[in-house]
């Protein structure tokens, strides 16, 4: 079982849903990041959490510490959000989860 | 906001060379340097991680004397594939960070191909 799990792991949308995707992991922390792949392979990080609730734009990045779950919530979304979203918790080491590949559609 | 810089963006090269691959913070101090790979529709895989000034440390199952890594100043660290093969085909990232617990930049990835 991988240290960090995404799901779902494919998400396809139509332009306006909101898009919720989920990061589980089983290990002790000290922040997670939640980034964004788009098609051509570059990575932007979009979040660093390591407690509560953030927020950017349409973006927000919810984090359970106890529960050891975080979610990405996308509101209205728009085709220029389809790309990868990786999950990743840092121990003493990044371990990053396999992705969730979201197209969303007009 | 923080730019690293990765080079080249694509590369080709013949069996048996090496190529090397520069990773570059343009506007911070990295602390420390990643090296990930990654391959068709998979996810990041962690190679090395870097500090400056001393030697990377490398993941289980990857090859210290094939993947080169160098950080000899708190800008640039460089990653070289020597004696390339067709299998080390693939998708290089690097990030960076000022510090642990920072936000983590990356690069925008290399592409090499060796034929």
């Known amino acids: 079982k991988n240290e960090v799990e995404q799901s779902p792991q494919n998400l396809t949308a139509q332009e306006g849903e909101f898009i919720t995707i989920n990061c589980s992991y089983s290990?002790?922390?000290?922040?997670l990041h939640w980034l964004q792949q788009h098609p051509g392979g570059g990575i932007v990080s979009l979040f660093m959490?390591?407690?509560g609730k953030k927020k950017h734009g349409r973006l927000i990045a919810t984090i359970n510490i106890q529960e050891k779950h975080s979610s990405l919530h996308i509101t209205a979304s728009h085709p220029r959000d389809s790309a990868v979203y990786i999950c990743?918790?840092?121990?003493?080491?990044?371990?990053f989860g396999t992705g969730t590949r979201l197209q969303v559609f007009p | 906001g923080a730019v690293v810089s990765q080079h080249p963006s694509r590369v080709i090269c013949k069996s048996g060379t090496s190529v090397k691959i520069e990773c570059r913070s343009l506007?911070?101090?990295?602390?420390?340097m990643f090296w990930y790979r990654q391959f068709p529709k998979q996810s990041l895989m962690l190679m090395a991680t870097?500090?400056?000034?001393?030697?990377?440390?490398?993941e289980q199952g990857v090859e210290k004397d094939k993947f080169l890594i160098n950080h000899a100043s708190l800008t640039l660290s460089t990653l070289t594939v020597t004696s390339a093969h067709p299998e080390d085909s693939s998708f290089y990232i690097c990030?960076?960070?000022?510090?642990?617990?920072?936000?983590?930049?990356f690069g925008n990835g290399t592409r090499l191909t060796v034929t």
């Open positions: 990030s960076a960070w000022r510090q642990p617990n920072s936000p983590l930049h």
């Open positions: 290990v002790g922390i000290s922040a």
């Open positions: 959490l390591s407690s």
């Open positions: 990743a918790v840092l121990t003493d080491k990044l371990i």
């Open positions: 506007d911070f101090q990295a602390t420390t």
């Open positions: 870097s500090n400056e000034g001393s030697k990377a440390t490398y």
